[in-house]
Nanobody, 127 residues
Framework: QVQLVESGGGLVQAGGSLGLSCAASGRTFSTHVMAWFRQAPGKEREFVASISWIGGSTYYADSVKGRFTISRDNAKNTLYLQMNSLKPEDTAVYYC????????????????????WGQGTQVTVSS
């Protein structure tokens, strides 16, 4: 099992930037893909971005492409999400997730690929 702890959420004005971090511990050697998902009130959890832990391949939801950047520091077992040009519709609880397989079909976008989840961090974008 991998333990995940997110940090960095908060309140920001539209057009602003915010960075999230996710520290991983435990059986991190079994992790081959990590991702960020988000869930807004009354909505289903949705994919934001994913990254292959070994090769560094990335994949983004169309709604965040060009504004968000996912990255990782293997030595620190930490996942990051840099969010720029934030919009009110980006308001949600953001979760990081860890999985054992990077697949070439979903490219990490399918929530069913993930075994471990963090507790979430709130991001609120005011208009």
């Amino acid at each position: 099992q991998v333990q995940l702890v997110e940090s960095g959420g908060g309140l920001v004005q539209a057009g602003g930037s915010l960075g999230l971090s996710c520290a991983a511990s435990g059986r991190t050697f079994s992790t081959h893909v990590m991702a960020w998902f988000r869930q807004a009130p009354g909505k289903e959890r949705e994919f934001v971005a994913s990254i292959s832990w070994i090769g560094g391949s990335t994949y983004y939801a169309d709604s965040v492409k060009g504004r968000f950047t996912i990255s990782r520091d293997n030595a620190k077992n930490t996942l990051y999400l840099q969010m720029n040009s934030l919009k009110p519709e980006d308001t949600a609880v953001y979760y990081c997730a860890a999985g054992a397989k990077w697949d070439t079909y979903y490219r990490g976008s399918y929530y069913g690929l993930y075994d471990d989840w963090g507790q979430g961090t709130q991001v609120t974008v005011s208009s």
